[in-house]
């Protein structure tokens, strides 16, 4: 079998870019990009074409090592580790088995999501909008709980990771950016924003302890609090606000210092942070490759991992270093946000395999509009008791409806295939 094709679709109304690889046995692999990137990252895929044309996608380790030199993190790994999950797909079509059956056998027959986005195809309800007063973040998180399917960890926002901040005046020490243009859920404003950051004042610091309160009271005793907090905050500031919620309990602090679009790790920094605390510290949803998790592993850092299948340079890759981090008493929690239908479909492959530090992954948003362009094992209902019945279908297990692609689109041809530089 041979690679004949790589090409990307791009659905504006759902910002999913999505990536096909077609062989000349006829099977294909489907995948898609993480958040944020959408149309943009076309040209970036494509860029791998001429590197896997012709190769066996079976040999999934022997085509990553043609590509995985040319990434880089978060968003530079996305195309990377988007070919390597297609890959996968077809390995897994080529053989009929599930992906989990090729990366070593499934070790649960469910795996547990955890609240970044609702149950697929619900409405989205944002865990970073809405008003700024404790009212608003106690009625945000009652809301999103209604849809919780007995799913038993809610993630929200503060500090850095909530737009919320730009309301609180003097709320830390620093430049701060503010986007020309209102960036939505997986849109980034065409003018990038620079990296929020700054010494948080005592203002901006009793205005997050707050919200979070009114948070905890919202989810009671029942459900944990997982808190995005950055990245951006300087490690005192990040110790101040770890042991002011510590009374509140979260589960994690997530991506305090670095995280999100920061192409570096900064181990030391969380060594110093999480030694001042007992809430668990959690980053690396932007690391790429096991590389660049070795010192933050090796040094027990932080107390939990999220790297993102899409981000990381694909399934395998996130697999091997769960393995490490489980060697070394770090768990992990998956990060999945923007991942969309397929990245869904790929966490659940290669959650079923991971060992024993393996929490909960955070669920994709799969807005109700896919309905329809999508087949396969992803439904309404599969979340039950706070768990998803790992599917068997073969690879992923889901598949585009590409007629019904072409009626949204409005046109026959709906492949981006070509570079265009002008
Ligand atoms: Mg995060």
Not at 223 to 252: H, N, S, T, Y
Not at 321 to 348: C, K, R
């Amino acid at each position: 079998m041979k690679i004949t094709d790589l090409r990307c679709i791009h659905i504006p109304s759902l910002r999913a870019l999505l990536l096909r690889i077609d062989t000349d046995e006829g099977i294909y692999g489907l995948s898609q990009v993480e958040m944020s990137k959408h149309a943009y990252m076309a040209p970036h895929i494509l860029y791998y074409k001429p590197f896997i044309v012709g190769l066996d996608p079976r040999n999934v380790e022997d085509v990553m090592r043609r590509i995985r030199r040319l990434g880089g993190f978060k968003p530079w790994g996305a195309a990377v580790s988007s070919i390597e999950i297609a890959l996968w797909d077809i390995a897994g079509k080529a053989t009929g088995v599930p992906i989990y059956r090729l990366l070593g056998g499934k070790v649960r027959d469910t795996v547990r999501p955890y609240m970044g986005g609702p149950p697929p195809f619900h409405m989205y309800q944002p865990y970073w909008q809405g008003g700024d007063r404790p009212e608003d973040y106690y009625a945000m998180a009652k809301a999103r709980k209604e849809s919780a399917r007995g799913m038993t960890i809610m993630k929200v926002a503060t500090g850095f990771h909530d737009s919320r901040w730009r309301t609180v005046a003097d709320h830390h020490y620093g430049i701060s950016y503010v986007p020309r243009q209102s960036a939505g859920f997986m849109e980034f404003a065409p003018e990038a924003l620079g990296q929020n950051a700054g010494m948080v004042t005592k203002r901006g610091l009793d205005h997050a302890v707050a919200c979070m309160a009114a948070v905890r009271e919202a989810l009671g005793e029942d459900m944990e609090l997982a808190i995005d907090c950055g990245p951006g905050w300087k490690v005192p500031g990040a110790i101040a606000f770890a042991r002011r919620v510590e009374p509140l309990r979260p589960f994690w602090l997530e991506d305090l210092v670095t995280g999100d679009y920061t192409p570096y790790v900064s181990p030391e920094l969380y060594r110093e942070v999480k030694a001042k605390t007992s809430v668990m510290i959690h980053t690396g949803e932007q690391i790429y490759l096991r590389h660049n998790f070795k010192e933050l592993i090796e040094t027990q850092a932080v107390d939990v991992i999220g790297p993102d299948p899409m981000d990381i340079g694909g399934l395998a890759e996130l697999k091997w270093v769960a393995e490490y981090a489980d060697l070394h008493g770090i768990l992990i929690a998956p990060h999945g946000i923007g991942d969309g239908p397929f990245g869904l479909a790929a966490l659940i492959q290669v959650c079923a395999t991971l060992p024993d530090n393996f929490i909960a992954f955070e669920l994709p948003v799969v807005l109700p509009e896919w309905k329809g362009l999508i087949s396969g094992i992803l439904h309404e209902d599969m979340i039950q008791d706070g768990v998803i019945q790992v599917p068997d279908a073969p690879g992923l297990g889901v598949d585009l409806v590409e007629d019904e692609v072409r009626r949204i689109l409005g046109r026959e041809d709906i492949y981006l295939t070509d570079v265009q530089v002008r």
